[in-house]
């Protein structure tokens, strides 16, 4: 079966040893912390050539052991922590710890943790289904759209079962949960024209996942073979109405980028100034958290021991608040937000995005579309860039649907990167849809690093973009 | 431990081959903030990535798994079976795995100095190119040695040591309107502090251009030169489509013979794909590698692939290099930067959509040159066929040799929409 339900027993039996090592390093360092991570992943990728069965890119289990040393938070990153090990981890963490450096710290004090002890579960809901099945269900699906035009489709079903334990001197924390991925990504070709789409969501259920393939393979398809008569856009300044993932894209690179509070730390964020002040139209809300909806980066505590919050970033236009990670909290004399995230137990914690999203508005999207005279209807995700210190934007939609005298043309313009100020983008804002949606399917890198799991998205919104 | 796997892999009959790789890494960091070190790490793992083949009904089926910590010989033999339980389900066309004919270690050359010594020169390096108003508000500096072992059940037996020294830097520049600051990722294969210097001093140079940098209306139709990262990823996604699955998958638009350029471009244009070091000639499947000539004079020469897809092709796999070498151009730095044209050296990210004959990106510093004048420029974008970008490439002599990619360090590509 994909999922086990259960917590693993390596996080259990290593418990007692990891709390023996926090203890003995108390002793010399004012803060010591270890979170220990045991995800199990599968994917399962089938397309019209091979089949593959591999660990997901998040698995992984180790250990990573967190001192306040000489005014330096310290880290050590271990697969193991066990008997044998124990005494020769304890000393190299304090070699590391206790090195003198000519180079002057930052003076950073400890943590302030509330007491806490508990176990968060959130199980994989409804059916399991075992490789074997989930191979088949593929393959048939594989084989029912791979014809005509359509050349190829590469299509996967992802499990994730995320396991970890942080644990401190006043903390113990367990969380197990569950998130599976779908995606298929079709090929379409016309002579020697061939056009691409992808489509991808992810669920709290296997089985919801599986209910769901017909949609995501019926719609890929249909993509890749309407991008055959895309033709590229003339640049310009247009009216858009986007689709949940474009509002997604534009509410994590264009802003969510900008609030994460270690840039603050770092002077690296325009929006530090801005706090109190209106940054977007009246119609926007904006919220980011593991807690703020059920998706792909909802946790139960983060990589710093910090407990999921529903941070309300943008409230009616105003700019309310960041979010960060622990350490940038400290720094900055805030209280931390939940956004303390790891790319592995071999990387280090910084602010990051969890669950990134513009809530609903009032309007229908039918009124939406009927009040543009010229514009495009621009839809999913292709990639984006941030800008937090000078809040340039680029996003990149796989395409847009033409609307003339509100109504769809039938013309599709592809590929669509927008770009701008982020201010005048976020002040353009003038519909918002009343329906909103998550997309629990991507990963999002700090720079061109630190790729984590992030959903986004939202209600369609109506705004003025260069594309081109 | 790799022994203690082996050995478990061979009792179990239904294992037809495996493959195990190893990767040990060890990793020194350190975090500066404002010019402050906030946080240092240390990271010292070592993985196995293993996958089971099973043969039957003359078909192969794999499936891998991940250890990462010792265990015990119930707990791998569990592990074995789960991935049989699947690789029984996977019908793919048989191939076989590479075969090695001995032993082989290669080794990079590490670096001279300890993390602790090279963290303060760089540190160093990085302090004294600031001042108050030109400054790093972020350095991340990752020393990493990585040690690979790959062993197969038909004796492939290759290992390698490979180093790297990456930087991540935020150079800012506290302008009189407003503070700005640019992104840089270094990454560097021997430790060489002259290099780093001229970086440094570059990106100083960069991020006060930004600061200077006003957006101007009506550029219009402007030759563009990329540099450095940005020529990379031009060269890089010409050659995508000639990967063996793309080929077996009928997704390449040009066949072996073809031209990807027009009959007349301003540059024939020439891509390989090369190992970047005598560590890395090997790659995952333990095939042993060379230069693989992709792109001659513009023509499609080979495709270039994994051991399994070239195998389905029914064509000696080259396996897949680390690095793309580019032939040099014949235009000198004077030559190319003649006439009117946006020097481009900062985007967002460029974007390149070979499919849909896309090239473009958002600009945060560019360098418009007038006939000897020079304006930094911000807040537009470019646009333009990457097809006609192939065509009308102008290539500098200058050549660099970065993390991935040789080759020249400067493109000039005609008549892009700027807006």
New interface residues.
């Given amino acids: 079966m994909m999922y086990s339900n259960k917590v693993s027993k390596f996080l259990l039996k290593r418990k007692p040893l990891v709390r023996k090592l926090i203890d003995v390093l108390s002793n010399e360092f004012e803060y010591v912390s270890c979170l220990v991570t045991d995800v199990k992943g599968t994917r399962i990728v089938v397309d019209k050539t091979v089949t593959n069965v591999t660990p997901t890119s998040l698995t992984e289990s180790g250990f990573v052991v967190r001192v306040l040393g000489k005014n330096v938070y310290t880290e050590y990153s271990i697969n193991d922590i066990n008997d044998k090990n124990f005494n020769f981890v304890l000393e190299e963490i304090k070699k590391e710890a206790l090195k003198k450096r000519n180079i002057e710290p930052v003076k950073t004090i400890k943590f302030d943790e509330e007491e806490i002890t508990k176990t968060f579960i959130r199980n994989n809901k409804g059916q399991d289904f075992k490789e074997d099945e989930i191979i088949d269900i593929l393959t048939k699906k594989v084989n029912e759209y791979v014809k005509d035009e359509i050349i190829n489709v590469y299509s996967f079903i992802e499990c994730n079962e995320y396991q970890k334990m942080f644990i401190s001197k006043k903390k113990e924390l367990i969380q197990y949960y569950t998130w599976t991925n779908s995606a298929a990504f079709a090929i379409s070709r016309v002579e020697s024209s061939i056009k691409e789409a992808y489509s991808g969501n992810g669920y709290p259920s296997l089985e919801e996942a599986i209910n769901d393939l017909d949609e995501v393979f019926k719609y890929s398809t249909k993509v890749a073979k309407d991008l055959q008569k895309a033709k590229p856009p003339t640049p310009g300044i247009y009216t858009i109405i986007t689709n949940p993932s474009i509002t997604g894209l534009i509410a994590h690179e264009a802003f969510g980028h900008g609030v994460e509070m270690d840039m603050y730390v770092k002077d690296r964020a325009k929006s530090k100034d801005y706090i109190g002040k209106s940054v977007a139209s009246p119609l926007i809300t904006m919220h980011d958290g593991a807690k703020a909806t059920l998706s792909s980066a909802s946790y139960f505590f983060d990589d710093d021991g910090v407990l999921a919050q529903d941070t309300v970033i943008i409230d009616k236009g105003i700019l309310k608040r960041g979010i960060s990670d622990a350490l940038s909290a400290l720094e900055l004399g805030t209280s931390p937000t939940g956004n303390g995230r790891r790319e592995s137990y071999k990387r280090k914690s910084y602010t990051r995005m969890t669950n990134t999203f513009f809530s609903k508005g009032k309007s229908t999207l039918e009124d939406m579309i009927k009040s543009v005279d010229f514009g495009y209807y621009i839809c999913d995700t292709n990639n984006g860039m941030e800008d937090p210190k000078n809040w340039g934007i680029q996003c990149t939609a796989s395409y847009g649907l033409e609307i003339k005298d509100g109504k769809f043309t039938g013309n599709i313009i592809s590929p669509v990167v927008m770009s701008g100020y982020v201010i005048d983008l976020l002040e353009s804002i003038s519909m918002v849809s009343n329906k909103e949606k998550v997309i629990g399917s991507g990963s999002c890198g700090k720079g061109y690093k630190e790729w984590v799991r992030v959903s986004d998205g939202g209600a369609s919104i109506k705004a003025r973009v260069k594309i081109g | 431990m790799i022994k203690s796997i082996i050995k478990t892999l061979k009792e179990i009959k239904e294992v037809s081959d495996y493959s195990i790789i190893e990767s040990k ?1 060890y ?1 020194n ?1 350190a ?1 500066f ?15 196995y ?1 293993v996958t089971i083949y099973n043969r039957h009904d003359s078909k192969i ?6 250890i ?3 265990l015990s010989k119930k707990e791998l033999i569990a592990k074995i079976n789960e ?1 049989l ?9 048989d191939y076989s795995l590479v075969e090695g004919l001995k032993k082989k270690s290669i080794n990079d050359k590490g670096f001279e100095d300890s993390f ?1 010594v090279m ?2 020169k760089i ?1 160093s390096i990085y302090s004294n190119a600031s001042n108050e108003i030109a400054k790093f ?2 350095v991340e500096v990752f020393y990493n040695e990585k040690k690979n072992h790959v062993v197969n059940s038909k004796c492939v037996n290759l290992s390698n040591t490979v180093y790297s020294l990456n930087i ?1 830097s ?1 150079p ?1 520049f506290n302008g009189k309107d ?4 640019l ?1 840089r ?1 270094d990454e560097y294969v021997s430790l060489d502090y002259d290099l780093i210097k001229k970086n440094v001093e570059e990106a100083i140079e960069d991020v006060k251009a930004r600061s200077e940098a006003k957006k101007i209306e009506g550029i219009g139709e402007c030759d563009i030169i990329l540099r450095n990262n940005d020529t990379f990823s031009f060269f890089e996604n010409a050659i995508d489509d000639f990967s063996y ?1 793309s080929v ?4 390449n ?1 040009n066949v072996i013979g073809d031209n990807i350029q027009s009959l007349k471009p301003k540059t024939k244009i020439s891509i390989s794909l090369t190992p970047s070091s005598k560590a890395n000639s090997f790659d995952r499947d333990g095939i042993l590698l060379s230069k693989i000539d992709v792109i001659k004079d513009g023509k499609v020469l080979n495709y270039y692939g994994s051991n ?1 897809f070239g195998q ?1 092709l029914g064509i000696k796999p080259s396996g897949v290099p680390d690095s793309l070498f580019v032939k040099k151009g014949n235009k000198d730095k004077e030559q190319l930067f003649e006439g009117r044209f946006l020097e481009v050296i900062a985007l ?2 460029i ?1 390149i ?1 070979t ?4 090239i ?3 600009i ?1 510093l560019a360098i418009l040159h007038e006939n000897g004048k020079k304006t930094p420029v ?2 537009i ?1 470019f ?1 333009g ?1 990457y097809e006609d970008a192939l065509n009308s490439a102008l290539l500098s002599k200058e050549t660099i040799k970065i993390k991935g990619y040789e080759g020249p360090k400067y493109i000039k590509i005609k008549n892009q ?1 700027v ?1």
């Fill in positions: 890494e990793s960091q975090f903030v404002l010019g402050k070190l906030e946080t240092t790490r240390v990271v010292n793992v070592t993985e990535l089926g794999s499936s891998s798994f991940v990462s910590h010792k991935a339980y699947a690789s029984k389900f996977i019908f793919n066309k602790d963290v303060e540190h508000n972020a991540e935020i800012s407003e503070k700005v600051e992104y990722f699955r077996l998958s009928g997704e638009k399994q389905y967002s990210g974007q959509e499919r849909a004959n896309y473009g990106g958002e945060r911000s807040g974008s646009s066929s929409n807006m």
